[in-house]
């Protein structure tokens, strides 16, 4: 009775031998893809950018003093300011134009099973990304600047420069929406292998402190926006751990040879 080899069995459908120049050129056109989608963006949203900032420098604006505003230090920075915060915005609105064209470089060398766990796991990554900028945005900010607001010593004038302020919520922005990418980094060390759910169960109150490190680390020097930082990043772990369950279960359901 003759059988199939494994590795004949396990093959991607889709896989070919291609010459090395191909798949550069495959990579340039991609990556020329990627380019495009941000100057697309990039030109739909310039025109907006000083009511953008606007709308993003509000948070602090309204707990000004009244009769006190934000100012520009620097003779550029009302110009740049809004330009840098067009081309951030630009590359967030074009991650999912570019995350789909890393997955259509990747994809036919991909086994079927998968390419059924990769796409969903790039949309939920870039869902968690927006989720984690837009929690910074509607919850972590308006407490953060009202606790600095309100600490500082009696007649100290407070002018924040536009710039500042710019690099400070755009590090912001970046550090929680990395973080909400704890459950999407959790799935994929344990579908590669690299652990199981039981041991990253096991290891939780080291996960715990680790948690708040990162947050002391990535954000100002204060105990509300580490906790805001941490406490959510410890959430999204135990969401790691309860959907890599699901997935390792599913993984080892499909490993089970037929009868």
Same mark, same amino acid.
């Given at each position: 009775?003759?059988?199939?080899?494994?590795?004949?069995?396990?093959?991607?459908? +889709?896989?070919?031998?291609?010459?090395?120049? /191909?798949?550069?050129? /495959?990579?340039?056109?991609?990556?020329?893809?990627?380019?495009?989608?941000?100057? !697309?963006?990039? @030109?739909? #949203?310039?025109?907006?950018?000083?009511? *953008?900032?606007?709308?993003?420098?509000?948070?602090?604006?309204?707990?000004?003093?009244?009769?006190?505003?934000?100012?520009?230090?620097?003779?550029?920075?009302?110009?740049?300011?809004?330009?840098?915060?067009?081309?951030?915005?630009?590359?967030?609105?074009? !991650?999912?134009?570019?995350?789909?064209?890393?997955?259509?470089?990747?994809?036919? $060398? %991909?086994?079927? =099973?998968?390419?059924?766990?990769?796409?969903? %796991?790039?949309?939920?990554?870039? %869902?968690?990304?927006? &989720?984690?900028?837009?929690?910074?945005?509607?919850?972590?900010?308006?407490?953060?600047?009202?606790?600095?607001?309100? !600490?500082?010593?009696? $007649?100290?004038? /407070?002018?924040?420069?536009?710039?500042?302020? *710019?690099?400070?919520?755009?590090?912001?922005?970046?550090?929680? $929406?990395? &973080?909400? +990418?704890?459950?999407?980094?959790?799935?994929?060390?344990? *579908?590669?292998? @690299?652990?199981?759910?039981?041991?990253?169960?096991?290891?939780?109150?080291?996960?715990?402190?680790?948690?708040?490190? #990162?947050?002391?680390?990535?954000?100002?020097?204060?105990?509300?926006?580490?906790?805001?930082?941490?406490?959510?990043?410890? #959430?999204?772990? +135990?969401?790691?751990?309860?959907?890599?369950?699901?997935? =390792?279960?599913?993984? $080892? @359901?499909?490993? /089970?040879?037929?009868?």
């Amino acid at each position: 009775m003759s059988s199939t080899p494994h590795s004949q069995q396990t093959s991607p459908p +889709e896989q070919q031998e291609m010459p090395l120049i /191909e798949h550069l050129l /495959e990579l340039r056109n991609r990556l020329l893809k990627m380019v495009l989608a941000v100057v !697309i963006c990039f @030109a739909a #949203i310039y025109p907006f950018a000083n009511e *953008l900032y606007l709308l993003l420098s509000q948070p602090l604006r309204d707990l000004l003093p009244e009769g006190q505003t934000m100012i520009a230090t620097d003779i550029t920075s009302p110009f740049f300011a809004p330009l840098k915060l067009a081309l951030v915005l630009a590359v967030f609105a074009a !991650i999912p134009v570019i995350l789909y064209q890393l997955w259509s470089f990747v994809a036919p $060398g %991909l086994y079927a =099973h998968e390419k059924r766990l990769a796409f969903p %796991l790039l949309f939920t990554s870039v %869902l968690l990304f927006y &989720a984690g900028a837009a929690f910074a945005y509607f919850v972590v900010f308006p407490l953060v600047f009202g606790f600095f607001t309100a !600490i500082g010593p009696d $007649g100290i004038v /407070e002018l924040p420069d536009i710039s500042s302020y *710019l690099n400070f919520v755009l590090k912001m922005f970046f550090a929680f $929406g990395v &973080a909400f +990418e704890i459950p999407i980094a959790t799935v994929l060390l344990i *579908l590669t292998g @690299a652990t199981t759910p039981q041991d990253l169960a096991s290891k939780r109150p080291y996960v715990v402190v680790a948690c708040f490190v #990162i947050g002391m680390m990535l954000t100002p020097p204060d105990i509300i926006s580490q906790t805001l930082l941490a406490v959510p990043m410890w #959430i999204l772990f +135990e969401f790691g751990i309860i959907f890599g369950r699901l997935a =390792h279960r599913d993984k $080892g @359901a499909e490993d /089970e040879p037929e009868a």
